[in-house]
C-alpha cells in the first residue's frame, strides 16, 4: 500500500464530483450567479490550505465511510443542498468515473496526468477569481514536487492501492453502459486498441538476439488487437498538453445519467461491515477531521430564497424512489459531525490518545510513523 494515493484520490473524486454539479446546475437553470457561488465555495474548501497541508503528509487512505463524509461535507460547503439520493447518486458516479479512469491508464505513471485534467479543468471554474485561482495553482505545485521524482514502480504502487480501494464497487451507470465500456454486472471492459503506452512498441513482433547482442533473427505474431504507435507523452508541468483524455469532463455534453446497483454477496458483506454503528473514537476522529478541514463549514442559508436544492434525478419522483430502494449494503449512514471547537470533546480525544501514548510505549515505542501518530500531529494543529 502506498502512503501517497491519498491526495490523488481526494482531488480526482473532487474534479468529478464538480463535474457533475456543474453540469446539474445548468441543467436545473440554476441562476448564474448562485450557480458561480456554488462552484467557487465549494473549491475553495477543496483546495483550503491547512487540509492540504495534511493531506499531502505520507499516511494511509482514509476508510471509505470516513472519505464519503468529507464529501458529503464538502458538496455542503454553500448554499446548494443534496438530499440522501441525491448525494448517494452523486458520490457513486464520483468514485465510478475516476475507477474507469485509474483501470484504463495506460501506464501507472498517467494518473498524474488523470489529476492534471482534473485540476486543468477546476481552473477553468474559477478563471475570473484570482485568489481561489492561486490556491489552485498552489495545489498543481505541491503535486508536480510530490509526484513527478517518483519512479515508476512508486507509481504501480499507487495503482494498485487505488485498486484496492475500488475493487468491490460495481454500479452501474448508463453512460459507460451506453459506450459499451462497463458489463451489465458492473464491470469496466478493458479494450484491445489504441495506442500503446508511452516507450512501448505494438505488439507483434519477437527479436532474438546473439549473446553478443546482435540481432539474430525476427518473428511475427498476431497481437489479437488493433493497436497504434503512442501519440507522444503528455506533460507533466503545469501547462501543456496531457494527450490523454481520461479525467476530462464527460458531462461537457448533456446526457442523462443513471446508476443501478449490483449486487454481490461478497460487495455486501464487505459493505455491511463498513456501515456498523460507529464507536465513540470514530466519531471523534472524524470531528477533529472537520476541524482540521477549516473552512469546510455547511453554511446554512440565511432566508429561504438564499439557498435551493439540487436534485441528480430527471424528478423528484425518481429521487424518492431511489432513496427507498437503495439497498441498505450500498447506503453510507453518514456521521453527524461538529466542525467547531468543543471543549467536552476535546477532553475526550486527550484521554484517548494518552490511551494511545501509553500502549505504544509499552507495545511498539519504535513506530515513528503509526497511525496513532497521524492523529497526534493532526492534534497539535488544533
Do not use: W
Not at 16 to 38: C, F, G, H, S, W
Request: proline content about 4%; aromatic content about 8%; glycine content about 6%.
Amino acid at each position: 500500500m502506498s502512503s501517497r494515493t491519498l491526495p490523488l484520490l481526494f482531488i480526482n473524486l473532487g474534479g468529478e464530483m464538480l463535474y457533475i454539479l456543474d453540469q446539474r446546475l445548468r441543467a436545473q437553470n440554476i441562476p448564474t450567479d448562485k450557480a458561480k457561488k456554488v462552484m467557487n465555495d465549494i473549491i475553495t474548501t477543496m483546495f483550503n490550505k491547512t487540509f492540504l497541508e495534511e493531506l499531502f503528509k505520507p499516511q494511509e487512505l482514509y476508510s471509505k465511510k470516513t472519505l464519503r463524509t468529507v464529501f458529503d461535507r464538502l458538496a455542503h460547503a454553500s448554499i446548494m443542498r443534496l438530499n440522501q439520493a441525491s448525494m448517494d447518486k452523486l458520490y457513486d458516479l464520483m468514485t465510478m468515473a475516476f475507477k474507469y479512469q485509474v483501470l484504463l491508464c495506460p501506464r501507472a505513471k498517467d494518473i498524474l496526468l488523470v489529476s492534471f485534467n482534473h485540476m486543468d479543468a477546476i481552473k477553468v471554474f474559477v478563471k475570473d477569481t484570482p485568489s481561489i485561482l492561486s490556491q489552485v495553482n498552489e495545489t498543481y505545485r505541491q503535486l508536480i514536487e510530490m509526484y513527478t521524482p517518483l519512479s515508476s514502480g512508486e507509481f504501480q504502487l499507487i495503482r494498485q492501492t487505488l485498486l484496492i480501494f475500488f475493487q468491490d464497487m460495481h454500479i452501474r451507470v448508463s453512460i459507460f453502459l451506453k459506450d459499451k465500456v462497463q458489463n451489465s454486472n458492473g464491470r469496466f471492459v478493458l479494450p484491445i486498441s489504441g495506442p500503446v503506452p508511452h516507450g512501448t512498441h505494438v505488439p507483434g513482433l519477437i527479436r532474438m538476439f546473439s549473446c553478443n547482442g546482435e540481432e539474430v533473427k525476427r518473428l511475427q505474431f498476431r497481437n489479437g488487437g488493433n493497436y497504434t504507435s503512442v501519440l507522444g507523452e503528455g506533460s507533466f508541468e503545469m501547462f501543456g498538453e496531457r494527450v490523454i483524455k481520461l479525467g476530462t469532463n464527460m458531462y461537457s455534453v448533456s446526457r442523462p445519467v443513471e446508476t443501478h446497483m449490483s449486487r454481490t454477496s461478497k460487495n455486501s458483506a464487505q459493505q455491511q461491515s463498513i456501515n456498523t454503528a460507529p464507536n465513540p473514537l470514530a466519531k471523534e476522529e472524524l470531528n477533529m477531521l472537520a476541524r482540521l478541514m477549516g473552512g469546510m463549514e455547511v453554511q446554512k442559508p440565511g432566508n429561504a430564497d438564499s439557498g435551493f436544492r439540487v436534485n441528480l434525478f430527471a424528478t423528484d419522483e425518481e429521487e424518492e424512489e431511489a432513496l427507498i430502494s437503495r439497498p441498505d449494503e450500498f447506503s453510507y449512514d453518514v456521521i453527524k459531525i461538529q466542525a467547531t471547537k468543543n471543549q467536552q470533546a476535546n477532553a475526550e480525544l486527550v484521554k484517548i490518545m494518552g490511551d494511545f501514548t501509553e500502549e505504544a510505549g509499552e507495545l511498539c515505542p519504535s513506530s515513528a510513523s503509526s497511525k496513532g501518530d497521524d492523529l497526534l500531529a493532526m492534534m497539535d494543529g488544533l
